[in-house]
C-alpha cells in the first residue's frame, strides 16, 4: 500500500514539476519587463549582528545604525571628511572642555516614544561611562563628566579634558548616535537587534536575518526627505557573487575589491557607474620586534627593502592603490607625502650578512582572503631572492584575529589591514606599549610614541597636531618594524539611475540615497 | 562515501588476480578508467619533466592570460602557469588521496577485527566510535579540524583519515565475524593456531577485493574534500599548487579569466571519472550478485 | 521488532551526545577567543574578562559541557554571541531552506529511477552501456565543480539564473528560480547514483519468481515491471537515501557558499569562522540529529522489510 502511494506521490510531482517549469519560464520573461520604482537594493558584505551604538562592531552594524539613529552632527557625503548639523539646530565649542548644542525640534521617535530631546542626548552618551555598561568603546566618551540639560532642547556637554577626536571620531561617528531613553531603559539598558524606538531617516519595517532587511521612510524625521519609499538591504558576503548579482541587476549599489576595477573599467555594465575613493584604512607588513629571530633592527630593514611593494600592488591589487608613505593617510593631519625608497635587493643582502644571518626561515600569517594569499605569495618569492624562506599560514578571520594572543613572541610576520575613522589618534592608539599582544602586533615599544600619541589627544593646534604624528610615524619606521603597503581604496559600483550617499571612504550614507529619474 | 558497498562486498569469492586484470581490459569501461588513472599517476611522478614552467614562478606582467601557445590553459593572478600546476597539483591529489586512504585502512581494518574477534563490549565501544564519525557531515568535521590545527596537508590527511577509517572498520569487522563461526577457522584454533595468523591467513585475502573498490570510489571524495577545504582557503600552504586552490583562484577571478576555472576543473573530473569507472568495474568483476549470467 | 526498535533508538541517543559532546570538546579547543568576537578590537582586557566568567569560559572544558548539557535539557540552547539572540531561533529560521534544498535535490534524483529502470529491462543494450558510463561518470562528480561550472555558465555567461541567495519566501516562483542551480549541484550526483541502484535491483527482481510468474501468464511487459517489478526494486533507494542525509548536508555547506544561499551549511560555516560557539553547537546539534534519524530510520524500515536485519548486532 506504501508503496503504492509513494508512486502515486511521484508521479504527481512529476507532473507539477513540468507545469512549474513552464510557468517558471513565463515569470522569468515578466519580470524582467517590470520596471522598479523608488526601490533601491543594497547590498552589504554582512548582516547586522547588533543595533546599539555602544557595542556595534562590524561595517553592517555602522550603515544600520546611521541610518535608524540621529547624531547632534554628522559625516557629510562627498569627498573630504566635513561634519554637518543632523540633530542639533547648532553646536559649538565654548571652552576646551564645553560644548554647547540645541536640538532641533520636532525630531520624534517611532512608536509611542514621543520627541527627540536632551535627556535622550544625556542618556546615549553618558551610557558609555556607566562602567556596568560594559562597552567595548568606551573611550570614545571617556573624558566625558557629564551632559548637562538646559531644557528639553537645549544641553551643554562637559569634558574632564581637552579631547580633540569628539569632533572627528565620537559626535559624528557611531558613538555620537542617539538612542531612546525610555525604549533602552524598557529593554534593560541595552539592546541587541530590536532597538524598541529609533529616529532616522528610515525605520526597520522587517528583517530576516542572514536574508534581509526592508527599510522604509520615517515619518518622524525632520530632516531632508528620504528618497526611496523602499530600501531593501542585502548580506553578501563573497565580493565576488556581489559582482555578478550587480551585473544580472540583483543589486544596486555594491562595494566591489579593487582587484576587479580595471576589468570593471575596460567593461562598464550598462548603466554601471564606478566610483573608485581612498580611506584612512592602512595595510601593513608588520614585523615582530619582540620575536628573537627579528630582535635586530638589520634583519628588520632588510625585510624591508627586499619586498617589491610596487609589485604586490600591481599583482594582488591590480595597480589600483598607490604605494602607502606610512601610516597616515592622504588627506588626513600628519600626512608626510614622502613615498619609501624603492626595493633595494643588494642593500638587503648587506644588511642581513652585516647582521650575520644567513638560512633564515620565517613565518608569516596571513588572512586567507585573495588579496592576502596572494601578496604573501609576493613577499615569499621576493625575500627568497634575499635567501630568507618564508612560509605562508593561512589562517581564517577567527584564529588570524587571535594570532598575537595565541602565539605572543613567537609572531614573527603579519600582513595586516586596520581600518580607520579620519582621525590618525585612532590608528596610533594600537601601536602604544599596553597594546602589545592585543593590536600592537608588531610589539613597538617606544615611550616617545606613548607620550606624543596621549599629548596629540589633547593638542587642538592642527600645525603642532601634525608635527607630531610625523614624528610618530618617524618612530615607526625607525622601529622597523612596519612596512606600509597601501591605503585600500573603496571601490563602489551603482547604478547610474540613483544618486548614492557616500561618506569620503565609500561608506553608504543611506539617509541620502535619491533615485534619478 | 560509496553507500551501497555493502551489497556486492558479501558473498565475495576469491579470483586470481590476472583474471581481474584480464576482465578489467576486457570491458571498455574498466579500461578507461584504468587508463585515466594510469596516466595521472604518471602525470604525478613525472610531474618535474611534464610541466612546462616552474609552477611557483612568478610573472605579474603577464597574469591572467588566456590560452596561448606559450601557456595552453593560461596563467593566474600571479602570472604563473596554470597548465604546470594543475600537474603540480596532480601530486598533492594523489599523494593526499594515497597516503590518507591506506592509512584508514590500516586503522580501520585493525580496529574493525578488534571489534569482530574482541569481546562484545569492546565492539560495541568501536561500533559507536564508528557510528558517531559518521554522524558528521564530513565537511563540517573537517571546518572544525582545519580551524583546530591550522590549515595544512597533514591537517587534510588526518581528516580524511579520520573521517573515512569507519568504513573499512565495518568492512573488516563483517569479515572477521563471518569467519569467526567457520568450521575450519574453529578446527584452526583448536589446533592451538593462534588468532593473529588466523585473521592473516583468512580474513585479510577474503578482504582485499572490498577493500580495493572502495578505496578506488573512495579516491575522488577524498580528493574533492581537499579541492573543497582549499577552495575555502582552508586546504594546503600557498604556493603549493593544489587543485582546490587553482579553483578558489579561478573564482576570484572568474570575471578577469574565465579559463583558471575552468581547467582547474577538468583534472578533478578526469580524476572522478577513472577511479569511479574503475571501482565500478571491479564490483562487476567481485560481486557475483550483478556479475551473474553478464557479459 | 519493538524491542529492537528502542534498542535502535537509544543508541541513536548515545551517539548524538558523544558526537556533540566531542565537537563541543573540539571547537572549545580551537584558538580564537569568543570574547574578541563579542566586543570587537576596542574592548579591554577587564570587560573580556567579564564576558567569559559569564560565558562560563573561564571553567574547564568538562564544566562547560555539563553547563551545555544542563542547558539542552531545558531547551536552552544558548545565545548568539554576536546578537544575543536564542541560537534555537536562529537555527530554525535557517533550517528550512536547507530541507528545501536537499528534499528537492533527492526529488530530482529520482529522475535516475526510470532511467536505471530502462537499463535494466534493456540490460547491456547501447542504451544501457551509455547511460551506465554518464550516471557512473557524474556519480562522483564533486558538487564544488558542478556548483561552480554552473555558477561560470549559467549564472555569470549566459545570465539566466541568479546567483545569490534564497529568492523571497513570498514569492515561490522567485524562490524556485533561485533554488534551481544548487539543487541540480547537489542533485545531479544523486540522479546517476540512483540510476545504477535501481538498475541493480531491479534486475535482482526481475529474476525473482513472482515476476517470472507474471511474464510466463503473459500479463503486458509494461504492467509487469510498473506494477510488479519496479515497487519492489525502489524499496532499497528509500533506505538508502536515508543513510545519505550525512553526505548530502555535506555537499549543501559548499553549495550554499557558492550560491551566497542562507541555510545551515553557510550558517554553520560562518558561525565556526567567527568562533560563534554556541551557533556552532546547535547547528552540529541539528545536523547529527537528522543524520542519525536518518540512518535510525533506514535502518529500522529495512528491519521491517528484511526480518533477517534484526540478527545483525548493529
Redesign the interface.
Known sequence: MLKLKLLTIMARFFRNLSLAAVVCSVYLVGTISIAKSAELNVRLGEDFTTLDPAFWQSGADYTMINVLFPKLIEFKSGSEWEYELQAAESIEQIDDVTIKFKLKPGLMWTGNYGEVTTEDVKYSYERYIDPALESPIIGDWLPLKEVEIVDKYNGIIHLKEPFAPIWWSTLPYTSGAIVSKKATEEAGGKFTTDPGATAGAYKIQSWVPREKTVLVPHDGWNGPKAGFEKITILPIQEPKSAEIAFEAGEIDITEISIGSVPNFKKSLPAGGVLDVRPTADYTFLGINIANEDLSDVRVRQAIKKAIDIDAILEGAYFGVPEKSTGLVAPGLVGYTGVAPGPRDVDGAKTLLAEAGVNNLSLEVDVLNTAEFTTAAQIIQANLGEVGINLQINQLDSGAFWNVAADRKEALQLTLNNYTSPPDPSWSTQWFLRDQKGIWNWVWLDSEEFDNLHFAALKETDIKKRENMYFEMQRVMDESGGFLFIMHPPSVILYRDNIKPGLYPNGGLKLSEFQPIN | MPLDQKRGLQNFTDKPSTMVVSRLFRDPMGLVGLLIVISFVMVAIFADFLAPYDPSKIDILNKLQGPSAEHLFGTDQLGRDTLSRLIFGTQIALMVAGVSIGLAVLIGSILGVIAGYGPNWLDFVIMLLFDMVRSYPVIMFALAVVVLFGPSLYTIMAIIVATSFPTYGRLMRTQTQSLRQAEYILSARALGIGAPRILLKHVLPNAIGPILIIASMDVPFVIALEAGLSFLGLGVRPPTPSWGSILNDGYTYIRNSKWILISAGIPLILVTIGFTFLGEQLRDIFDPKIDRGSR | MVFYAIKRIV?AI???A??VS??FV??H?????PA??M???????E?KE??RARLHLDQPLTTQLFYFFKGLISGNFGF?L????PVLD?VL??LPHTLILVSSAL?VS?FG?PVGCYAAIH??GRFD?IV??IS??I???????VG??M??FF???L?LF?????GD?QDW??Y??HLTLPVVTIGIAWIG?LS??VR?SM??VLNQNHVRMARAFGLPEVRVISRYA???A???T?T?MG??V??I??S???TE????R?GL??????S????NYPL?MG??LV??IF??SG?TIADLINAALDPRALQE??
Open positions: 543508541l548515545l551517539i548524538i558523544s558526537a566531542t565537537m573540539m571547537i579547543a580551537v584558538p580564537g577567543d574578541n568576537v566586543l570587537g578590537p576596542r574592548a579591554t582586557p570587560i567579564a564576558l548568539d554576536r546578537s544575543n539572540r536562529i529560521e535557517q526529488i529520482t529511477i540490460r547491456n552501456r551506465g558510463a557512473v561518470s556519480i562522483a562528480m564533486p558538487a564544488i565543480v561552480l561550472y555558477l561560470l549564472s555569470v555567461e545570465r541568479p546567483v545569490i541567495g534564497a519566501s516562483l522567485n524556485l528560480w547514483y545504477r541502484l541493480a534486475i535482482e519496479l515497487r519492489i525502489v524499496l532499497p528509500i538508502m543513510v545519505s550525512a553526505f548536508l555535506s549543501t555547506v559548499i557558499i557558492i550560491f551566497a542562507p551549511g553557510s550558517l554553520l560555516y560562518e565556526v569562522l567567527s568562533r556552532v547547528t552540529v545536523s547529527t543524520i542519525v540512518t548486532t548493529d
